[in-house]
């Protein structure tokens, strides 16, 4: 186990098999030295945690639990840089973090949401994972998903 999964396993977190893509894509692709993942949906053995739109109120998923969501976005994305580097060790950067929220339209709290994700690579990585990142609300998201996550990191051969 790399130092990286055994710091996640303490946090209760454990890397699965990524998820097999639902297009005309992969789940993560190396150039040169980078990994770009494709979006990657907060599900757990293939099915969704959740449907909707994120705001306060009735109806809605609140940003809490979406935060909880894209921290799970992000150890899919995770699981697709594994199935390409092997060792997630390899990783000597976490460079850009691109979170979508698919927002009730009077919710502005977005960047609080894909903390979830942040705060994740944070504790897996420390200060290898300090990253840009965007912050996105959108209409809506593939299978009506709250939240979709996508990074790109730097590896080491």
């Known amino acids: ?5 055994e710091r ?3 946090l209760g977190v454990t890397i699965p098999e990524p998820a097999a893509p639902v ?23 293939g099915a969704l945690l959740a449907t909707g739109k994120v705001g306060d109120g009735d109806g809605l998923v609140d940003p809490a639990v979406a935060a909880d969501l894209a921290r799970i976005c992000a150890v899919n994305a995770l699981a697709a840089v594994k199935a390409v580097v092997g060792d997630l060790d390899r990783v000597t950067q976490v460079v850009k973090v691109v979170g979508f929220v698919a927002s009730d339209p009077s919710f502005t709290g977005q960047p609080g949401v894909v903390n979830g994700a942040s705060e994740l690579l944070g ?17 809506s998201l593939p299978l ?6 996508e990074i790109v990191l ?3 051969d």
């Open 123 to 139: 504790a897996a990585f420390g200060e290898v994972g300090r990253h840009a990142r965007s912050a996105v609300g959108v209409v």
């Open 1 to 5: 186990m790399s130092r990286v999964e």
């Open 23 to 45: 297009g005309a894509y992969v789940p993560a692709h190396r150039v040169g030295d980078l990994v770009w993942t494709s979006g990657q949906l907060p599900a757990v053995a």
């Open 154 to 156: 730097a590896v080491a």
């Open 8 to 10: 996640l396993a303490a």
């Open 144 to 149: 009506d998903a709250p939240v979709e996550v």
